[in-house]
């Protein structure tokens, strides 16, 4: 079935350890994206990427780094940098957004990172 | 990018219409309106969108006023499962740039 695949579900690091989150899609979309949340929040962006090989900074991208070597693939690090790493995240993606296509995001189940 | 104001929380007793609103005083003429939900600890749900004109689908309608500068999100015949809080987004459609911008949004919970 095509999807989003997010993994691991639950991750459990010490503090000032870098930890790398996957997301991988067979959707053959475009556009990939992460987001923060915690809790009673709503979703905060962090990275996005249009095409292979080139990405952006969310609003709070400070503390993480991504890579897009691959279209169906997005990870993130969250690096020693990131001052209060414990969330949700999830990613998702997209087609290219063009006129006249929905753009509708579909979303993974999300990574619920905790750092003790 | 506009931004979403939704209330923080709303009630609606099973059977019945819940009318969601969304003011996005400050929308561009590009911008689109996007409705989506979560279930606790999911990812989010594409339930909606639209630019200008009202939008009907099998989970809801988007009801956009003349302006603008809000719309209304209506599930006809709210249940249980609807209970999510409910995310009123823009997004905008221009080549190479395109982000959604997701506020605090609406904690539906829908009683018997």
């Known amino acids: 079935d095509g999807g989003i695949t997010q993994s691991p579900k639950y991750l459990f690091r010490k503090e000032g350890q870098n930890v790398t989150l996957s997301c991988e899609q067979n959707?053959?979309?475009?556009?990939m994206y992460w987001y923060r949340q915690d809790p009673g929040q709503g979703l905060r962006l962090i990275y996005y990427?249009?095409?292979?090989?080139?990405?952006q900074k969310g609003d709070i991208a400070e503390g993480y780094s991504v890579s897009r070597e691959k279209k169906e693939s997005f990870p993130l690090t969250v690096t020693s940098a990131q001052k209060n790493p414990t969330a949700f995240y999830l990613c998702?993606?997209?087609?290219?957004?063009?006129?006249?296509?929905?753009?509708?995001?579909?979303f993974g189940e999300g990574s619920r990172l905790t750092v003790l | 990018d506009a931004k979403t104001t939704q209330p923080p929380s709303m009630d609606c007793a099973e059977g019945r219409a819940a009318n969601l609103p969304c003011n996005h005083s400050?929308?561009?003429?590009?911008?689109?309106v996007y409705w989506y939900r979560q279930i606790h600890s999911q990812g989010p749900q594409y339930i909606i969108h639209?630019?200008?004109n009202n939008e009907t689908n099998e989970m809801a309608s988007l009801i956009i006023t003349e302006d603008r500068k809000s719309s209304t999100l209506i599930l006809p015949h709210a249940t249980l499962r609807d209970t999510a809080v409910y995310y009123c987004?823009?997004?905008?459609?221009?080549?190479?740039?395109?982000?959604?911008?997701f506020g605090t949004g609406t904690r539906l919970q829908v009683f018997p």
């Open positions: 998702a993606s997209s087609r290219r957004q063009t006129i006249g296509n929905t753009g509708e995001l579909f």
């Open positions: 990427s249009q095409i292979v090989n080139d990405f």
């Open positions: 959707l053959n979309h475009d556009a």
């Open positions: 987004i823009v997004r905008v459609v221009i080549y190479n740039t395109d982000k959604l911008i």
């Open positions: 400050t929308i561009s003429g590009n911008e689109y």
């Open positions: 639209g630019l200008k």
